[in-house]
């Protein structure tokens, strides 16, 4: 489930023009999250304290209980800190 919700975060920040990493993920699991089963995923962003980021997301069932929820911290970068990475890996590959 946490990278169900680091993805859903991910997306969250390409629709608000943010390119950001991440840099703290705390879940906490409510209820049993089944395989087969339809859920609803909300994000949001709560807050921005200069580069950082305070994120929250929840996950429901179909009956709209809550069956995950999370907080997260990312950190706002350069687009130049993608490219770096990509040319370290492809250096070390």
């Given at each position: 489930?946490?990278?169900?919700?680091?993805?859903?975060?991910g997306f969250?920040?390409?629709?608000?023009?943010?390119?950001?990493?991440?840099r703290?993920?705390?879940?906490?699991?409510?209820?049993?999250?089944?395989l087969?089963?339809?859920?609803t995923?909300?994000?949001?962003v709560?807050?921005?304290?200069g580069?950082?980021?305070n994120?929250?997301?929840?996950m429901?069932?179909?009956?709209?209980r809550s069956?995950?929820?999370?907080?997260?911290?990312?950190?706002?970068?350069?687009?130049?800190?993608?490219?770096q990475?990509?040319?370290?890996?492809r250096?070390?590959?």
């Amino acid at each position: 489930m946490a990278t169900v919700i680091d993805d859903l975060f991910g997306f969250l920040l390409y629709t608000v023009g943010e390119l950001a990493v991440t840099r703290n993920l705390d879940m906490d699991y409510l209820a049993p999250v089944l395989l087969d089963t339809p859920y609803t995923l909300h994000a949001e962003v709560r807050s921005r304290h200069g580069r950082k980021l305070n994120l929250a997301a929840r996950m429901e069932d179909l009956e709209g209980r809550s069956v995950t929820t999370a907080t997260a911290v990312f950190i706002v970068v350069e687009a130049e800190h993608f490219l770096q990475s990509r040319a370290k890996a492809r250096r070390q590959a």
